[in-house]
């Protein structure tokens, strides 16, 4: 079984994240987090735009601990950022819509160890998408029931479509460490 350490500091716009996640079975392979560190900015508006600003960025070294001891354990960092912008509209009324772009760096370090096999290898990838959504609801006020203490019924139907665009990254997955 994982075991881990977990500690966030919250703020209304922002967060901080540590996790480490070390081995503590040596009979179990695992790839240990020592540690991980997070920071991320919540959904916020930029001024009085409209355009919205989210991202997360992360940095971390990681070591892959075999339970075979021959098998050579190896180490390195990753250090990753995401940012997206989004502009949240209305359309006639009650269509939602929010197109959105995002930017993503990855930067992965040179494996170290004996069963190191990886070099240091930096992507970038992008993405375009919207998201359309619209809500409806009916109420039913005669609806009464004594066991779950209910005075009125509220049906909510929010049907919601999510399409992503997501470019050639600048290093196929098959290549990253």
Sequence with gaps: PKTFLEVNKFWSNFSVGLTLQPRLNTFFEQTERIPDLTLSAYRQELGETGIFYESRSSLGFFQKRFADISSGDYSAYRADTYHQLLYPYTLFGGLNATPQAGLRLTEYGEADGP??????????????????????????????????????????FQPSVHYIYVPDPSVDPGQLP
């Design 115 to 156: 069963g190191a096999s990886t070099r240091r290898q930096t992507r970038t990838m992008a993405d375009f998408g919207i998201d359309l959504s619209a809500k409806a609801s009916r109420t039913w006020r005669g609806f009464r029931n004594s066991f779950w203490n209910m005075r009125g019924l509220r049906h909510l």
